[in-house]
Structure formats: structure tokens, C-alpha cells
């Protein structure tokens, strides 16, 4: 799957929150100090990310596109609602609780 | 900066309190002040990029004055300013009440509050479009045209799509909608509905839409067994609505269009989450949303099984 944003843009999101927003309200010294350290730890999270080799969303691309032609075979439903779960998993997988017994 | 608001809203409104700037929006602002004994808030435009489809301050300002006069549980618009210290603005009366969904669930509402809802959107759809000149007709055909300025491959959302055009039902004459009435854009007390609120999105639009927005699971906060925004079934909202409107609306009518919303707002995520991307508004609020879109999808396919869909 190739959500987005990509892991890595969502690393970078959250290193401008921390260093942007909230690193200028740390007046404990202690703190700014750990703040630093995540700050680093996090690019090193990135750094590590960025030697992944790029997702390929061709499938995703193709299927969505025979949907939009009006191809909608039997089955398709069920296929992209296992898609579906499969990114729920990383995103928010306590999400799929809310629907006891497939409901 | 808060000297400065202050300043340029004595020059319009005489003496008022300190504003104070309330937490929220990145493209408009809203300030709380009293002045000659009022509650007030003024709506600001921000530096943030303004949405497409939605109304600027003046129109909404406009649809205000009208909701108003006909009798809508708004907040009484007081004042339009064109330049509130270098930006447009206006200001209304500021309302008591609970908007945040996730505490309206939990609290103890009234029986009526649904019966409410319908209420005031039977008024809604009452106003009279000639008046509103400036606004505009919405189609399914404009979600397709967001999610390609996305670009992002979605396939649940292609088969929602899919759905809604091969089932779309005969249209109604279009009405003047709020655009996005739901649980947290409703102001609740122990009493009920105090106001409606949030009115940018006003556009003329299939009355069947506006009233089944509020059946959106992800306007559920968390209650998902109550279709009704959390609070309750929609069936009674749905009778009260028809009694009042004539428009007998089915309730396969509220299916299609729930899915429709799910649709829409499974698009609103992918475009939020854009604006973090492109950079117009960096957020992690704006950005995780691309990432919990996949929620909305879930919902969708849900809903396409309801509807016999394999």
C-alpha cells in the first residue's frame, strides 16, 4: 500500500510540530534537552526510512481505474474492502472494533 | 495583536472587553469579546488559504441575516466589516452551549433534540434561493473532480462513486442547504438545539443530502449504533422532517445519501491531508487526516455491503 502521507512525510509533520511548536514553549531546561535528543532521534527515523525502496502503487492505480470505467466484477467489493482493512491496520486498528460482528 | 483587534473593534463597535482569540481554524479566526453588555464573537479571515466551495465571510454573513430573519436558531448577526484590522470580518452574538461532539454524545440530551434538528432544517430549506443569490448548486460530479485534483489512487472511493452513479435517485428541487449540519456544528443544552452554526459550507443542493450529513458514522463520536449523529435512531427526525417539509422523503433516499456523505467526506480527508502536503497549511492535524480517511473507506464499503453490492 502507498498511503499518504508516507510514513516518512508524517515523521516530518510531526519533527515541525515538535521543533516549531512546541520546543519554543520548554522552559525546563531538562526538557529542551530531551526535546533535542527526540528531534534527533526522529531524523534519524527518517534517514533510516529514506533508504526504503519507493512503494509501487500500480495495482492500487489499475483498480482504480477499471471501477471508474464502470468494471465492477463481482468479488471487487471484497477485495478492496480486505485493501481497505489492511491499511486500518497501520492507521487505526482499533477502528475496526466499532463493527461487532461485521457489522 | 490583541491591542491591535481590540483597537479596531472599538473604532466600529464602541467600548469592548479584551478579545479574547478562541482555539481553532487555520483560515478563519474567532474572537470573544462583550461590548455594551453583549456576548459576542467576530469571525476573521486568517492567513491561511480559504477552501474552495466555501462562502467568504461576507456571504456567510449574508446567509446569517437571512437563516436569521426567517426564524433559524442562529446566533443574531450583528455586524459586517470589510477591514478589521487589514482583514474581513464579522461579528455575532456569542452562544452558550456544548459543540463538541464527542461531549454531546455523553450528555444527557433531551428527547426532542432530533425532532429539533428536523425543525430547523425544514426552515433551512424554506429560505429562498433568490435571496442568496450568490450561491452555488453542488453535484456528486464535483467529488470526482476533487478526488482527481488529489491524484491519489483510492479504489473504495472509485466504488462509492461507482455506487452513487449507478443509483442515483429522481432529484428534488434544489434548496438552500447549510452543507454541513451534523452533531458538532450544533450548539446543544439541557434544553435542546440553541443554534446552528458553521454555515460557510451553504450551497443550494438536493435537500436529501443536507438531511442525512448528520447520519455520517464518522459525526457518530464514537456511538455507532445510533444513526442520528450518536444521539439517536433517524427515524423520527426523518417523520418530523416530513411533516413539516411535505417533501416525504424515502428512506432508501437517506441510504444514498449517507453514502454519498461517507463519499464526500472520504475526499474531504485526501483534500485536508493536500493541504499539508502542498504546504498551504503544515499541519499533523491536517496530515494524519490522509491516513484516517481509510476509516471513512471502511465505512463506505460497509455501507455498499448494506446495499447488496459483492
Avoid at chain 1, 14 to 19: D, K, P, W, Y
Avoid at chain 2, 128 to 149: G, N, T, Y
Amino acid at each position: 500500500m502507498t498511503e499518504r502521507p508516507t510514513a516518512d512525510e508524517l515523521a516530518e509533520a510531526i519533527q515541525e510540530f515538535l521543533a516549531g511548536e512546541v520546543l519554543p514553549t520548554l522552559a525546563d531546561p531538562r526538557a529542551r534537552f530531551r526535546m533535542l535528543v527526540a528531534l534527533n532521534a526522529l531524523g534519524i527515523v527518517r534517514r533510516e526510512l529514506a533508504k526504503l525502496p519507493a512503494e509501487d502503487d500500480a495495482e492500487q492505480r489499475q483498480l482504480a481505474a477499471r471501477i471508474r470505467a464502470g468494471d465492477v466484477p463481482t468479488g471487487t467489493l471484497a477485495r478492496v474492502k480486505a485493501d481497505v482493512e489492511e491499511n486500518l491496520q497501520v492507521a487505526s486498528p482499533r477502528y475496526l472494533d466499532r463493527y461487532p460482528d461485521g457489522d | 495583536m490583541i491591542a491591535d483587534m481590540r483597537e479596531a473593534l472599538q473604532a466600529v463597535l464602541g467600548p469592548v472587553s479584551e478579545p479574547v482569540l478562541l482555539p481553532g481554524g487555520a483560515s478563519k479566526e474567532a474572537w470573544a469579546l462583550d461590548a455594551d453588555g453583549r456576548r459576542l464573537l467576530v469571525r476573521r479571515a486568517a492567513g491561511g488559504v480559504i477552501h474552495r466551495h466555501t462562502l467568504s465571510l461576507r456571504h456567510e454573513f449574508e446567509v446569517l441575516q437571512a437563516a436569521h430573519a426567517a426564524g433559524v436558531k442562529v446566533p443574531e448577526p450583528v455586524l459586517y466589516i470589510e477591514d478589521l484590522d487589514g482583514r474581513e470580518a464579522f461579528v455575532m452574538e456569542r452562544i452558550e452551549g456544548e459543540t463538541i461532539g464527542r461531549r454531546i454524545v455523553r450528555m444527557e440530551v433531551p428527547e426532542q433534540l432530533p425532532l429539533q434538528m428536523a425543525e430547523e432544517l425544514a426552515k433551512i430549506h424554506a429560505l429562498r434561493p433568490e435571496q442568496l443569490p450568490f450561491l452555488e448548486e453542488a453535484s456528486i460530479d464535483r467529488l470526482v473532480d476533487e478526488l482527481d485534483e488529489v491524484g491519489e489512487p483510492h479504489p473504495a472511493i472509485e466504488l462509492g462513486l461507482w455506487w452513487l452513479r449507478e443509483n442515483r435517485p429522481p432529484p428534488r428541487e434544489l434548496v438552500v442547504v447549510h452543507g454541513d449540519f451534523r452533531i458538532g456544528n450544533l450548539a446543544v443544552d439541557e434544553n435542546g438545539l440553541v443554534a446552528v452554526l458553521d454555515w460557510e459550507f451553504a450551497h443550494l443542493d438536493d435537500p436529501a443530502r443536507d438531511l442525512s450529513f448528520a447520519l455520517v458514522r464518522a459525526w457518530r463520536f464514537g456511538v455507532p449504533h445510533l444513526r442520528l449523529g450518536g444521539i439517536a435512531d433517524a427515524e423520527p427526525y426523518l417523520e418530523r422532517y416530513n411533516e413539516l417539509t411535505g417533501f416525504d422523503m424515502r428512506p432508501e433516499e437517506l441510504d444514498y445519501w449517507e453514502l454519498a456523505g461517507n463519499v464526500g467526506w472520504a475526499i474531504g480527508c485526501l483534500t485536508q491531508a493536500q493541504r499539508h502536503l502542498t504546504g498551504q497549511d503544515r499541519s499533523v492535524e491536517l496530515a494524519i487526516l490522509g491516513r484516517l480517511g481509510a476509516e471513512v473507506e471502511y465505512e463506505i464499503c460497509h455501507l455498499l455491503e448494506r446495499e447488496g453490492v459483492r
